[in-house]
């Protein structure tokens, strides 16, 4: 940000002190209202809870509240800057969760490095919430937290850093694919860094039919194969990168990120903010009609106008000012809005997978184009719509506590997120 943009960040964040706060949701006409909402009125709810748990949901806000739980040790770009220099971006990732998917988050930021401790934390708070979104967690304890909650939580847990952005990744390659006559089973893919987005990029596109051999990955010592000793080495602690190393680059491809990209179909890169990281001459040494994901921020790793003059056909980044931003931002909102509606116990994979392909139809059907893959973050109507598919297939897999037919989410999840924005100032702008 330019010195002018931080300033006014810094006097609107004071002037506000802070993006978000918790509205009642009762009306209150005079005291007798208390003695129902408090006490002696609140006796009743407690005790038809403590006699059937799962009314939780019909007596409290539980199904639309969620966690936001971070450590501060890996927040945007800025890096391990601890739990209370990162609650503003919890507060905001609170404040875009509310206008875009009317849910009310909860920004909770935790004071331990301890992966155990960090579970244990979300383990006691389940009571509370009806989701966990877990946020800007280094890797790879990122890796072992969601795993081990999603294990033993009977609410949805989420990693947006990496289910959510693989999510919108999987997307935004749908409609690439569709654009430039490839399938994914026959793409070859180029991971640039293996952090924790592109670990779940490439467990997403696993998911639904990418050929393990056909994708190189590299990470800042090069490219990942069998003879990586020192991934190897760190196996116990990078589990995920050692089985990348073992499934993926059918070819033992060596070297670097130019070895990668020579003759691959498609770029997936989520490594440092560092324009020139991809060089626009290994861009032109990719396959014909190439795919560009460059989506570093607050920098890409080429910047478009470079990657397209190279040859390549359709580029993403993960900035707002350049076409076909590539952000989570376009699937957790309707993401847990679905999950909620439906009280799904989970969030599985095939969830996520109805949220993505759901977003590729929204681009489609706003005229699919390679500067507009998906639609924008802004074009909240799709947002129901991923809520509605994501509700669908959390019956289908099983995990929903509640039962409806689509329309009726996409009504229910309409009127929540129009109620949200009119409260934001938003209402009638699109």
């Not at 002696?40 to 748990?53: L, N, S, T």
Request: with cysteine; hydrophobic share 45%; charged share 25%.
């Amino acid at each position: 940000m330019t010195d002018a943009k931080d300033a006014e960040a810094l006097r609107r964040h004071a002037e506000a002190r802070g993006k978000v706060q918790m509205a009642p949701k009762c009306a209150i006409a005079g005291p007798e209202d208390f003695a129902v909402w408090y006490t002696p009125g609140v006796a009743a709810p407690c005790r038809a809870i403590q006699a059937e748990p799962e009314r939780v949901y019909e007596f409290t806000n539980r199904g639309n509240t969620i966690a936001i739980v971070s450590d501060g040790s890996r927040v945007l770009g800025l890096g391990d800057i601890g739990p209370a220099a990162g609650l503003p971006v919890m507060e905001g990732k609170a404040l875009l969760f509310k206008v875009l998917g009317g849910v009310d988050a909860v920004p909770l930021c935790v004071r331990t490095r301890d992966m155990a401790d960090l579970a244990a934390v979300v383990r006691a708070l389940e009571p509370s919430f009806g989701g966990i979104n877990l946020e800007d967690i280094a890797q790879p304890g990122c890796f072992r937290v969601l795993d081990e909650l999603r294990a033993s939580l009977s609410i949805p847990v989420w990693h947006d850093d990496q289910q959510g952005t693989a999510t919108a990744v999987f997307a935004a390659l749908t409609n690439a694919l569709a654009l430039t006559g490839r399938t994914l089973a026959r793409t070859r893919i180029a991971l640039v860094g293996t952090g924790a987005a592109n670990v779940a990029v490439y467990r997403l596109l696993k998911a639904c039919g990418a050929e393990p051999g056909a994708i190189i990955a590299c990470d800042s010592l090069g490219t990942l194969h069998r003879g990586r000793g020192d991934i190897e080495a760190a196996r116990e602690r990078y589990p995920d990168k050692w089985a990348m190393c073992e499934e993926s680059n059918a070819g033992g491809v060596a070297g670097g990120i130019a070895d990668a990209l020579r003759g691959a179909d498609a770029c997936i890169a989520f490594s440092r903010p560092e324009p020139g990281l991809i060089r626009a001459a290994w861009v032109g040494a990719m396959a014909r009609d190439a795919i560009v994901f460059a989506c570093a921020n607050p920098a890409p790793e080429i910047w478009p106008a470079e990657a397209l003059a190279a040859g390549a056909r359709i580029v993403a980044t993960g900035r707002s000012d350049f076409p076909n931003q590539l952000n989570n931002s376009l699937v957790f909102p309707g993401l847990f809005r679905g999950a909620l509606d439906a009280g799904a116990r989970a969030i599985t994979d095939a969830m996520a997978l109805a949220a993505g392909r759901e977003l590729a139809r929204c681009g489609v059907e706003r005229g699919l184009r390679e500067d507009a893959l998906l639609p924008r973050m802004q074009d909240w109507a799709a947002v129901p719509r991923v809520a509605a598919a994501v509700a669908m297939q959390a019956q289908a897999d099983g995990v929903a506590r509640r039962r409806a037919a689509r329309e009726d989410y996409l009504r229910e999840a309409t009127a929540r997120i129009g109620a949200a924005r009119a409260m934001a100032g938003m209402e009638g702008r699109a």
